[in-house]
């Protein structure tokens, strides 16, 4: 084989995972930038003082791109991880469509791109916290917490936390009690989330060697800090109304989430063998999505009434 | 789905053709896309007082 021939067969083998348009687009893990999304227009729409509608929509597509930019950098982070998990096998890298390095540079590129527009186009103070939310997340969550310690998604929750703070600093240029409850709204939600779902992925996560809470110390400890987090979060949701910064709608629906949420816990906590323990974990897993959802729909209904 | 090698170089399958298409084509309408948006925030930044003439300072000269 001459040398030519031989580098047109390595080109030919670098191409075998040629990605669709659909593949990045898998990167930048569109049903996490969702949600991002949703937090972060609550926190623009509840902002005192107006915005552009039209820089209001760049704020929210900068963010939605350092989101992205985030699951991108954290995919080639943790590919090795995503290979040997039945839920993220099929992820583009582990199943050979796109290059590790290659993910990374797209996520590097779209992580400079969405702060440097945030900051230029909108301010500076909501691209300074872009920028952390993905150093955080990528650097702080991905690299260095996750495959440490079992309190991995308790500190990297302030990554997923922080999207309604820079909706915020985008409209009024600093930061204030309000987004700050609502910082800490997320931040407190996370545990219980990740840890029903952690319950339920166990064997999942032993396989990756994740030190996740279930895996570390045991489903017995993981129902107890559920609960727990979950006695800390219903006070929390009601935080805002009782502060005086929402109207009796929210207080009436953080006050009734809050208890369902913590019936879920319980149920959870209570119910610990077969098939009726899982049956527990996931509907408080699901309950959670739609209990962050419900209270930031409400927020977003009377900020927008106002 | 391999790409094939040979005296004309590396040759893409009809996938890989249409999956490299459809990649350029993403990466066209981003950039017109942004090329709108950065030709809206720049009239937006810029306001309606662009349009507004300024009067010229008055200048008194002393003899």
């Known amino acids: ?131 952390f939310t993905i150093f955080f997340y990528a650097v ?52 219980p989330h990740f840890w029903a779902l952690a319950l339920l992925k166990k064997r999942d996560y032993e396989r990756a060697g994740i030190p996740m809470l279930p895996n570390v110390a045991g489903d017995g400890e993981t129902r107890r800090q559920i609960l727990l987090y979950s006695l800390v979060l219903a006070p929390a949701g009601v935080a805002p109304f009782a502060l005086g910064m929402t109207g009796p709608l929210y207080g009436a629906a953080a006050i009734a989430l809050g208890a369902l949420f913590l019936g879920f816990a319980w149920q959870v906590y209570r119910r610990r063998e077969g098939e009726t323990a899982e049956r527990a974990a996931k509907h408080l897993f699901a309950f959670s999505v739609l209990y962050l959802f419900l209270l930031f729909a409400v927020l977003l209904a009377e900020g927008m009434a106002r | 789905m391999n790409a094939m090698t040979g005296d004309k170089g590396v040759m893409l399958t009809d996938a890989q053709k249409k999956s490299r298409r459809r990649r350029s084509l993403a990466i066209a309408l981003v950039l017109a896309f942004l090329c709108v948006l950065f030709y809206v925030v720049t009239i937006v930044k810029l306001g309606p007082g662009v349009m507004k003439k300024t009067a010229l300072p008055e200048i008194t000269v002393i003899v």
């Open chain 1, 1 to 131: 084989m001459s040398l030519i021939s031989e580098e047109r067969t390595v080109r030919a083998e670098s191409l075998q995972g040629f990605a669709g348009v659909e593949d990045y687009w898998a990167l930048l893990k569109p049903r996490v930038m969702s949600l991002v999304v949703f937090t972060a227009l609550v926190g623009i729409v509840r902002a005192p003082g107006e915005i552009h509608p039209v820089l209001g929509f760049v704020a929210l597509f900068c963010i939605a791109i350092g989101a992205g930019a985030a699951g991108a950098l954290n995919m080639w982070w943790d590919a090795d991880i995503d290979a040997r998990m039945e839920r993220t096998r099929g992820r583009p890298i582990p199943a050979g469509r796109i290059e590790a390095g290659e993910a990374m540079v797209f996520g590097l590129i779209l992580s400079g791109a969405s702060v440097l527009m945030l900051g230029l186009l909108v301010g500076w103070l909501a691209g300074a916290l872009l920028a």
């Open chain 1, 140 to 191: 702080i969550y991905s690299m260095w917490l996750k495959r440490l310690t079992p309190q991995n998604i308790v500190i990297g929750g302030a990554a997923g936390a922080l999207p309604p703070v820079i909706g915020w600093a985008a409209v009024t240029g600093n930061v204030a009690i309000e987004p700050l409850l609502l910082f800490a709204l997320i931040f407190i939600w996370t545990p």
